[in-house]
């Protein structure tokens, strides 16, 4: 029904444990990883795959970090390959959480305006038993240029929302060459708003670490199978 798509680059430990999370909840969604690693790791990490229970629903892509922007090539690269009708990008540092993404694939079957979809994110800090709202937020304007606005007035997470395919495909096909800051982020982010409608509901969808997440412990971190 879905795919989700993470990408990793040099955080081997967060992508396994992002993996073990999926492992038990993957029943008919797909998992593309973009790799920017060395060969020598992209190898260790096809093996580490292979040995998990749900290995099949798993594709990986390598291509081997050049710059800064190579995360867009990446996820150029997952986009094109994507055979489901819908998608969602989820770094490795996060949590996509599927039962979520189920039922805003729902809402988006039966509501052909709306191009994606988002629900609640959560940003935890569980060294200092930190938590908070990360805004995700829905634009439902008609016009193009009012989604837009209330885009830059309330700036958010808008490429963690869930997407038809096809928009998010045609969204990075069409990306300005010119300034990697804005091609990054801002750029894509302003395309899903001028193409149409997302809608924003009631559904714990996206858990995120906080800011200073390079300095937690991994070993540490241990996410609820339920």
Not at 48 to 59: D, Q, T, V
């Amino acid at each position: 029904m879905f795919t989700i798509c993470i990408s990793t680059y040099n955080r081997p430990n967060y992508l396994k444990r992002l993996l073990r999370f999926y492992e038990s909840r993957n029943k008919d969604f797909k998992i593309f990883i973009g790799d920017s690693n060395s060969l020598e790791d992209h190898k260790e990490t096809k093996k580490f795959i292979k040995k998990l229970k749900n290995s099949h629903n798993i594709e990986i892509f390598h291509n081997p970090r050049k710059n800064f922007m190579n995360v867009i090539e990446t996820h150029k690269i997952l986009f094109k390959n994507i055979k489901t009708k819908y998608m969602v990008i989820c770094p490795d540092d996060d949590v996509q959480l599927p039962i979520s993404i189920y039922k805003m694939c729902k809402v988006l079957e039966s509501n052909e305006e709306l191009i994606g979809i988002n629900g609640k994110g959560i940003l935890f800090d569980p060294f200092k038993n930190y938590f908070s709202n990360y805004p995700l937020l829905g634009l439902e304007q008609d016009n193009a240029l009012d989604r837009v606005t209330t885009f830059f007035e309330n700036y958010f997470g808008i490429l963690y929302s869930v997407f038809r395919t096809e928009e998010m495909r045609f969204i990075f096909e069409h990306l300005y060459e010119k300034n990697e800051t804005l091609k990054a982020e801002v750029h894509p982010s302003c395309y899903a708003a001028i193409l149409g409608k997302i809608r924003n509901i009631n559904e714990i969808q996206l858990i995120r670490p906080a800011e200073e997440q390079e300095k937690y412990k991994l070993k540490k971190l241990d996410i609820d199978s339920n």
